[in-house]
């Protein structure tokens, strides 16, 4: 039973295309989390939702927007793709937001996009 | 601005070896810092966490230790074997965020 599951797993689009991940945490977290993995390996925050409130928007373009229903899913949709958003997407959950003791956070498998 | 860097870079050894992993980061000002493992086309699995007031933590085979005032961490892992072979990632807690280095691609040869 997956924890944090994202879809798709891979992605190929062109370069223009309006495309969406998906994000399902089933472990009762309060709080869920985007990261970007170029191609060096780095791991960035994008967003993060606490409770549903975006508590963390790094300097990400508009055209990524994240939206989060409810407390267990966190989508993250992307305008107007570019060459350069090819990365390597994950989703994260942790019971509480970050700097908060005893606070283990969990990642999806991590969703393959890239824009041709 | 806090920064993370991990060395080396990538890391083959022998089945059988003890082995360490270095992470070293520029403000010591950190709540936590944590150790994971990523195997390809998977995402990452938290390994250890060492909270700030904390010097070491111990799983298994796996000892991470933390010196905060010298902005450094070790992981070390014993009696290494090939299912070892993964990419570990050092990320530390601080205002509310993880910062992550660039991992060290560990290859464990049988």
């Known amino acids: 039973d997956t924890a944090v599951s994202q879809t798709p797993k891979y992605l190929v689009t062109q370069m223009g295309n309006d495309k969406s991940i998906k994000c399902e945490q089933n472990?009762?977290?309060?709080?869920m989390y985007w990261y970007k993995q170029d191609s060096k390996k780095f791991l960035k925050i994008m967003f993060s939702?606490?409770?549903?409130?975006?508590?963390i928007n790094e300097t990400v373009p508009n055209r990524f927007s994240p939206k989060s229903p409810d407390k267990a899913h966190l989508n993250l949709h992307i305008n107007s793709l570019e060459l350069g958003d090819s990365a390597v997407y994950f989703c994260?959950?942790?019971?509480?937001?970050?700097?908060?003791?005893?606070?283990?956070?969990?990642f999806g498998e991590g969703s393959w996009l890239t824009v041709v | 601005k806090q920064e993370v860097t991990q060395i080396p870079a990538a890391l083959s050894v022998p089945e059988g070896e003890n082995l360490v992993l270095n992470c070293s980061f520029t403000?010591?000002?950190?709540?936590?810092l944590q150790w994971f493992r990523q195997d390809p086309g998977k995402g990452l699995t938290s390994l250890l966490l060492i909270q700030s007031s904390q010097r070491e933590q111990t799983s298994g085979r796996l000892n991470a230790s933390l010196d905060k005032s010298s902005g450094r961490s070790t992981l070390y892992i014993a009696a290494s074997q090939p299912g070892d072979s993964a990419t570990y990632l050092c990320a530390v807690d601080s205002n509310y965020q993880l910062i992550w280095g660039a991992g060290t691609k560990l290859i464990i040869k049988p």
């Open positions: 403000d010591s000002a950190i709540y936590n």
């Open positions: 472990l009762g977290h309060d709080t």
């Open positions: 994260a959950s942790s019971q509480v937001r970050q700097s908060s003791s005893g606070n283990t956070i969990y």
């Open positions: 939702y606490n409770n549903k409130e975006l508590i």
